[in-house]
C-alpha cells in the first residue's frame, strides 16, 4: 500500500471503530491468532464505549469485554495523537495481562500498518513515539491514578480491586472537567 492509501485506512479506523476490527486477530497463548469475531454483545459493547462517557459493567467470564477493551486501546493508541490510557486491575500482573492484549492484537495486524515507532515497550507500557500515545499498566494501590491526566481510565475486573473506590476517586477526576475522557469500569 502507498502511504496515502494506508493514512487513508487509518482515517477510516479512527472514523469508525467497527472498522478496525476486519484487521483484528487475537491469540490466547499457545494458541493460533484467530480472526476476531464480533458478537452481538460485543457490537453494542464498542458503540456504548464511543458514545458513554462513564460505563459501569458486571459481566460474566470469557464473553470477551477484555478483548473488545484491549482492542479500543490499540485503536486509539494508533489514531488519537497524545492518547494516554490508564488500564487499572486488581494486581500487577492482572494489569500487565490486559496491556498484553493491546500488544498481542498489534502483533497480528498487517505489517503494512505498522507505521509508528513503538516506544514505550514494556510489560507496564506500550504506545507509539511519534504519536506520543500510551497505555499504562497499574495495580488497583492506594496510589494508583493520582495526579494522572488519561483521555480514558479502565478498571477491569474491579470486583477484586483492594482499593477500588480510592481509585475511582482518583481517576473519575481526571476524566471529569473533558467531554471526550472516559471512565470504563468492569466488574
Known amino acids: 500500500m502507498t502511504r496515502d492509501e494506508v493514512l487513508k485506512e487509518y482515517a477510516l479506523i479512527k472514523a469508525d471503530p467497527l472498522y ?76 500487565k495481562k490486559l496491556l498484553k492484549k493491546s500488544r498481542i492484537v498489534y502483533d497480528n495486524l498487517p505489517e503494512w500498518m505498522k507505521i509508528w515507532t513503538i516506544e514505550p515497550d514494556s510489560t507496564e507500557q506500550f504506545g507509539f513515539k511519534e504519536l506520543k500515545s500510551i497505555a499504562r499498566a497499574l495495580p488497583s494501590t492506594k496510589k494508583a491514578g493520582i ?26 477526576a481526571t476524566v471529569a472537567d473533558h467531554p471526550d475522557k472516559k471512565l470504563t469500569v468492569v466488574s
Open 147 to 172: 495526579g494522572e491526566t488519561a483521555g480514558w481510565v479502565i478498571h477491569d475486573e474491579a470486583d477484586f480491586h483492594e482499593y477500588f473506590e480510592l481509585n475511582v476517586g482518583h481517576t473519575l
Open 20 to 95: 478496525f476490527l476486519k484487521y483484528v486477530k487475537i491469540q490466547e497463548p499457545g494458541s493460533l491468532a484467530l480472526e476476531y469475531e464480533l458478537w452481538p454483545h460485543l457490537k453494542d459493547f464498542f458503540g456504548a464505549m464511543e458514545v458513554f462517557k462513564l460505563i459501569k459493567m458486571v459481566k460474566s467470564k470469557q464473553i470477551g469485554i477484555s478483548w473488545a477493551i484491549a482492542i479500543r486501546a490499540l485503536r486509539m493508541l494508533l489514531t488519537v495523537p497524545g492518547a494516554n490510557i490508564l488500564e487499572i486491575s486488581s494486581g500487577e500482573e492482572e494489569s
